[in-house]
C-alpha cells in the first residue's frame, strides 16, 4: 500500500465560519477524517506546517513546502497539499520550480466550500489527489480539482466560486478523475532521465506591470528601480505603445543598462503571446531583446522568473533558463537561446 504525506496549510477547505469571516481552523488529521474511505488504498501521515489563507501565501511558504517534501521525500510516495484556491497556481507553479525532475507526485488541492459542510466539493477533491497521489503513474506537481488534473505551472483560477474553478491553460489536463477511475492523457513518468533537484532560493524582486491604454514608461522606470525584474502584462500577442514621447523606447533603455530584466506577457489568458507579430512589438523585442512568455501562464511567469533570478542575475544565463521546459509549462519558443543577450545597441 502508497505511504502518503498529506501536508495541511489552510484555506477554505479547512475554514470554518467566524465573526471576522471564514477563516483556516481545522487540523491536518480532521480533515483526513471526513475522507475515511482514503484507508482504504493507502497509509496517511499528516503535518500542518502553518494555517493560512492563501492570500499571505508567499515565497517563504513556498520554500518552506519544498524543503518538507525535500525531508521527507525518501519517507513517502507521495505528497498531497491542502492549500486554499486563490494563490494555489502561483504555489503549484513555484513548487513545480523548485522540485524539479520530480519522479513521485506532489498534488495541491483545496475547495470552494469548507469541508465540515453538507453540500462541498472538498471531500471529493480531497479523496481524488489522495487516488491520484497513491497512482503508479502520477509525478511531478500537479493540482487536483473538479475532476481535473492539472499540471503545476498550467492552472489558473478562472471562476471564484464555482466548483471547475481551475483550468488547464494552452494545454492538455494531464488526466481526469471519476470516482476510483483515473484516466491518464499524458503519462511521461517514464522520460525522466535528468536527477530529481530541489532548488532553495527565489528571489522576490518581481513585479507584474499591466499596461492599460494610456499607462507610461515612466511608471515602469519607477517601478524598476525597486524590482530586479518587471513583466509587462501588455495587451493581445504584445506590444508597447507610443504615444509620441518614446517613454517606453527611453524605459527599456535605462532599465536594461541598469541591469533589471524585462519580460513580456500577455494579458490574454489564452493562446500565449507572440511579440514578433505587429511592428509595435517586433521592434522593440529586437531592438531590446526582450523576452517572453510564448504560451506560459502569468503564474508560471511570475513563479519561473522568481526561480531563474534566485539561481542567476546573469541574463543570459536567466533567459536559458527562462526557457526551458520545466513541468510541461512551455511548448513553443521560436527563438535561438544560446544567441547573445544584446541588452541595449541604441545610443
Ligand atoms: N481565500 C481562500 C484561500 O485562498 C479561498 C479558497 O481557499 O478557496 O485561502
Known amino acids: ?29 480532521e480533515l483526513l477524517s ?8 493507502c497509509r496517511i501521515d499528516t503535518v500542518q506546517p502553518f494555517n493560512l489563507d492563501s492570500t499571505n501565501v508567499c515565497q517563504e511558504q513556498w520554500l518552506l513546502l519544498a524543503s518538507l517534501i525535500e525531508r ?20 503549484a507553479a513555484a513548487l513545480s520550480y523548485l522540485i524539479q525532475n520530480n519522479y513521485k507526485p506532489v498534488v495541491v488541492t483545496g475547495a470552494q466550500k469548507p469541508i465540515d459542510l453538507a453540500v462541498t466539493d472538498a471531500r471529493t477533491n480531497l479523496l481524488d489527489s489522495l487516488r491520484f497521489a497513491a497512482h503508479d503513474k502520477a509525478h511531478g506537481v500537479n493540482i487536483v480539482f473538479g475532476g481535473n488534473v492539472i499540471a503545476g505551472t498550467r492552472a489558473k483560477k478562472e471562476f471564484t466560486k464555482s466548483y471547475n474553478a481551475f483550468s488547464s491553460i494552452n494545454y492538455p489536463v494531464i ?26 532560493q527565489l528571489d522576490p524582486r518581481v513585479f507584474l506591470y499591466k499596461l492599460v491604454p494610456g499607462s507610461s514608461g515612466r511608471l515602469l522606470e519607477a517601478i524598476a528601480d525597486s524590482f530586479d525584474a518587471v513583466i509587462i502584462e501588455s ?30 506577457a500577455t494579458q490574454v489568458t489564452h493562446e500565449g503571446s507572440d511579440m514578433s507579430i505587429y511592428q509595435v512589438g517586433k521592434s522593440m ?18 513563479a519561473k522568473t522568481m526561480w531563474a533570478l534566485g539561481q542567476t542575475k546573469d541574463p543570459e544565463k536567466f533567459r536559458a533558463l527562462f526557457y526551458r521546459t520545466i513541468n510541461h509549462d512551455l511548448l513553443f519558443y521560436p527563438e535561438d537561446v544560446s544567441s547573445p543577450l544584446i541588452l541595449c545597441n541604441k545610443d
Open 1 to 29: 500500500m502508497k505511504k502518503l504525506l498529506l501536508i495541511a496549510t489552510g484555506g477554505t477547505i479547512a475554514s470554518k465560519y467566524t465573526e471576522k469571516g471564514l477563516s483556516p481552523q481545522i487540523s491536518s488529521e
Open 34 to 41: 471526513y475522507v475515511p474511505s482514503a484507508r482504504d488504498f
Open 72 to 91: 521527507k521525500y525518501e519517507y513517502y510516495d507521495g505528497f498531497v497539499i491542502c492549500h486554499g484556491t486563490d494563490t494555489m497556481a502561483y504555489t
Open 175 to 200: 488526466a481526469s478523475i471519476q470516482e476510483s477511475r483515473i484516466v491518464f492523457y499524458i503519462d511521461d513518468k517514464y522520460q525522466i532521465t535528468r536527477p530529481l533537484t530541489f532548488y532553495h
Open 235 to 264: 495587451f493581445g500577442v504584445g506590444g508597447l505603445p507610443d504615444y509620441g514621447d518614446d517613454s517606453f523606447y527611453e524605459a527599456l533603455r535605462n532599465c536594461l543598462r541598469a541591469g533589471k530584466l524585462i519580460i513580456m
Open 285 to 302: 523585442k529586437h531592438e531590446f531583446h526582450l523576452p517572453e512568455s510564448y504560451d506560459m501562464t502569468l503564474e508560471a511567469v511570475v
